[in-house]
């Protein structure tokens, strides 16, 4: 997108919903744009999810999939290779099952 067209939109929306937006809103994130989202994917409003980071949407899969007693570990994803997120699985998996037979 243009930078231009990108300014002209900011500004437009600035003005008209300014106030809303700078504001902590609904959980979901803010309607309209959510909305917008739901009719391009043409998808339901209520499948769009909106969130802050991905970190945010791992907390979300987090709190609906994991069960009190789960385990969590974050990977550093950043700078290593699938080899090596494959190697730690691995040994975090062999670390699990040798303190669960204990």
Known sequence: MPIDDF???ADTIFK???KVLFQYGH???YGPLRQWIADWF???YEQVLMGNSS???LTFCAALF???GDNFVRLPFCGITPQEIEEGI???????DYHRKK
């Open 55 to 57: 970190m945010e949407f």
């Open 27 to 29: 959980y979901s994130g």
């Open 42 to 44: 043409d998808v339901e």
């Open 66 to 68: 994991m069960e009190k």
């Open 90 to 96: 691995s040994r975090l998996a062999k670390a699990i």
């Open 7 to 9: 300014r002209k939109c």
């Open 16 to 18: 008209e919903q300014g």
